[in-house]
């Protein structure tokens, strides 16, 4: 009987295994928001990382979070770390590409409390007097990572969070762009 019960458990765990295996090998979380000023006030905040702790959902969530920043003051190679509380964990994100008014992509680090590597991109494309503004990230999924991602959605964690970022970098890009 004992070994029925340690088959039916080796099967399960295979079964299990391969369900994994087949899960996306990456994830994609993408945003949009429409704003009324031009790609350029948008673009600056998102290009320097000294503005971000007005809109960033992350910032609000651990105040006292070590933040440092190194190489350039703003645009590519720009770099930006962090050490939080758990809701916020430690990484760094470094600016690999800045397009004036069109585009901006990161390297996003996580180093807690789960490593990993991701590509982050904001576009800005103008619609008449507003800004279309893409915030999206993509990362690849490691074994345990597709294991994590069949119970925890990824879209559904992290999108909230960029909708609550756009909204707030729409209201700080309105300031800045008021006399």
Do not use: C, Y
Request: glycine share 8%; hydrophobic share 50%; aromatic share 10%.
């Amino acid at each position: 009987m004992l070994i029925k019960i340690l088959i039916g458990f080796a099967a399960a765990i295979a079964v299990l295994a391969v369900v994994i295996a087949f899960q996306p090998g990456e994830f994609r979380v993408t945003r949009s928001a429409l704003m009324p000023v031009p790609a350029a006030a948008v673009f600056a905040q998102v290009n320097d990382f000294h503005k971000w702790e007005a809109w960033s959902p992350w910032a609000k969530r651990d105040p006292a979070a070590k933040n440092t920043f190194a190489g350039a003051a703003a645009g590519t190679s720009a770099v930006f770390a962090w050490d939080g509380n758990n809701q916020v964990g430690a990484g760094r994100m470094t600016i690999t590409e800045s397009r004036p008014s069109e585009s901006i992509r990161l390297k996003l680090e996580f180093f807690r409390p789960l490593a990993g590597i991701s590509t982050t991109e904001f576009t800005f494309k103008p619609e008449g007097n507003q800004t279309a503004v893409t915030w999206s990230m993509v990362g690849e999924t490691s074994f345990i990572g597709k294991a994590i991602h069949l119970f925890v959605n990824m879209d559904k964690m992290v999108g909230g969070d960029f909708e609550s970022g756009l909204a707030s970098m729409k209201a700080a890009a309105e300031a800045a762009g008021k006399p």
